[in-house]
């Protein structure tokens, strides 16, 4: 069975950082586009960054630009989220979702929590 | 950016009834080279992450059950519920990826009557 399991989030400070895993088995992860999708409190679905298959290719979404990185592992089967300069209003769950290139998002993880307070 | 609007925002629907939510995207969204139409919907209950039921505007993911389906073409589309069962409770979101940014609509809440 497919599984992603998100970690790294908690409690950070505004203009802090956080890094965010997500963690892949029984699927060969490199065939794989990976996105990361957040959720704020009580809102919607936003997505956030999308990296290739083979890493060499990444988007984000104009509230992260210059702030995030997306990146992956291959090796590991790990994909990450570097969240610099954080802000309140990245407060959110955030989710890593599988896709077999320009699809949709097939496979999940459980979300890891980000709180961006004071 | 591809604008998804969805409607109704909620929706009560008795057991056994149909439910219908609508999703209407800003910008055509068929792909003239293969004649698919790039919209997904998903199913989000409380403290889940969203679960696809339907993609290519009308193909059911596998275990979906065949209550659900979705049609529609070009800009508008709709997810059908045929008969409602009460563990359909749940929001509903439509989502296109033809385009980066990939974009969701905004979810409708369908909850019994």
């Known amino acids: 069975e497919v599984q992603l399991l998100e970690s790294g989030g908690g409690l950070v400070q505004p203009g802090g950082s956080l890094r965010l895993s997500c963690a892949a088995s029984?699927?060969?992860?490199?065939?794989?586009?990976m996105t990361w999708v957040r959720q704020a409190p009580g809102k919607g679905l936003e997505w956030v960054s999308t990296v290739s298959g083979h890493g060499a290719t990444t988007y984000y979404a104009d509230s992260v630009k210059g702030r995030f990185t997306i990146s992956r592992d291959n090796s590991q089967n790990t994909l990450y989220l570097q969240m610099n300069s954080l802000r309140a209003d990245d407060t959110a769950v955030y989710y890593c979702?599988?896709?077999?290139?320009?699809?949709?998002?097939?496979?999940w993880g459980q979300g890891t929590q980000v709180t961006v307070s004071s | 950016d591809i604008v998804m609007t969805q409607s109704p925002d909620s929706l009560a629907v008795a057991l056994g009834e149909r439910a219908t939510i609508n999703c209407k995207s800003s910008q055509n969204i068929l792909h003239s080279s293969n004649d698919k139409n790039y919209l997904a919907w998903y199913q989000q209950k409380g403290g889940q992450p969203p679960r696809p039921l339907i993609y290519w505007a009308s193909t059911r993911e596998s275990g979906v059950p065949d209550r659900f389906s979705g049609s529609g073409s070009g800009t508008d589309f709709t997810l059908t519920i045929s008969s409602l069962q009460a563990e359909d409770v749940a929001i509903y979101y439509c989502h296109q990826y033809y385009t980066i940014p990939v974009t969701f609509g905004q979810g409708t809440r369908l909850e019994i009557k």
């Open positions: 979702a599988s896709s077999r290139g320009i699809s949709y998002f097939d496979y």
């Open positions: 029984a699927f060969t992860f490199g065939a794989y586009a």
